[in-house]
């Protein structure tokens, strides 16, 4: 069964630090998205994809995050400038076939250590 | 602003018997009803979903109840496995917009 992929599976960085988490969805998907979850708290929405350009986003996706599709197959979340809080395992998903409530399927996660 | 929640963080249900688990939201827009399963140090499955249209789904072991006025749904599983053992996350959309419960971890006990 075709599968979201996330790499990496953990990721360091130091706090100031620019970090870019990349995804490759299932192939044939139009829609993407990024999650996150804070250890202990629940799976957060920060924002959805879809025709190359950015269909929704929460609060949290500020000025310091940003999405790109730079090829057919990547999908990457950047951060500019880390911070401590934004520690947290961030989720890749992709959707649908055209039809926005479609069951998301996820991939296994990137956990992300501010230092 | 918690729209969805789950308000059991655990439950433990001995094997063969039926696990329900629930779940509230506040916001009448969301038309559109998730329930994953997550294993530790893997992202959440789909495990089944319900339309704003209907109040019931029913896929294999997995049942999820639908309840508008209440605003309520909640899954049920029978009977129930020790593989079942995991984290229940629901989650409601409206658009491209998914909000996520805070999960319930299911243990059951062989």
């Known amino acids: 069964e075709p599968e979201v992929t996330q790499t990496p599976s953990h990721q360091v960085t130091q706090m100031g630090q620019e970090v870019i988490l990349r995804c490759v969805p299932i192939?044939?998907?139009?829609?993407f998205y990024w999650y996150r979850q804070i250890l202990g708290q629940k799976v957060e929405f920060l924002v959805s994809?879809?025709?190359?350009?950015?269909?929704?986003k929460s609060e949290i996706f500020d000025d310091q995050f940003s999405v790109e599709r730079p090829d057919g197959s990547n999908f990457t979340l950047k951060i500019r400038s880390t911070k401590l809080e934004d520690s947290a395992m961030y989720f890749c998903?992709?959707?649908?076939?055209?039809?926005?409530?479609?069951?998301?399927?996820f991939g296994d996660g990137t956990r992300l250590s501010i230092l | 602003d918690q729209q969805v929640k789950q308000n059991s963080p655990s439950l433990s249900v001995q094997e063969g018997r039926i696990s329900i688990l629930n779940c509230d939201y506040t916001?009448?827009?969301?038309?559109?009803f998730l329930w994953y399963k997550k294993y530790p140090a893997e992202g959440p499955t789909f495990l089944i979903s319900?339309?704003?249209?209907?109040d019931k789904n029913e896929d294999g072991r997995f049942t999820v109840f639908l309840n508008k006025s209440a605003k309520h749904l909640s899954l049920h599983i029978v009977p129930s496995q020790p593989g079942d053992s995991a984290v229940y996350f629901c989650?409601?959309?409206?658009?491209?917009?998914?909000?996520f419960g805070t999960g319930t971890s299911l243990t059951v006990i062989p």
């Open positions: 998903a992709s959707s649908g076939q055209g039809i926005p409530n479609q069951p998301q399927h």
């Open positions: 192939s044939n998907h139009l829609y």
């Open positions: 994809f879809y025709n190359n350009e950015i269909s929704e």
């Open positions: 916001n009448s827009m969301f038309d559109y």
């Open positions: 319900i339309s704003s249209i209907k």
């Open positions: 989650a409601a959309s409206t658009g491209n917009q998914f909000y």
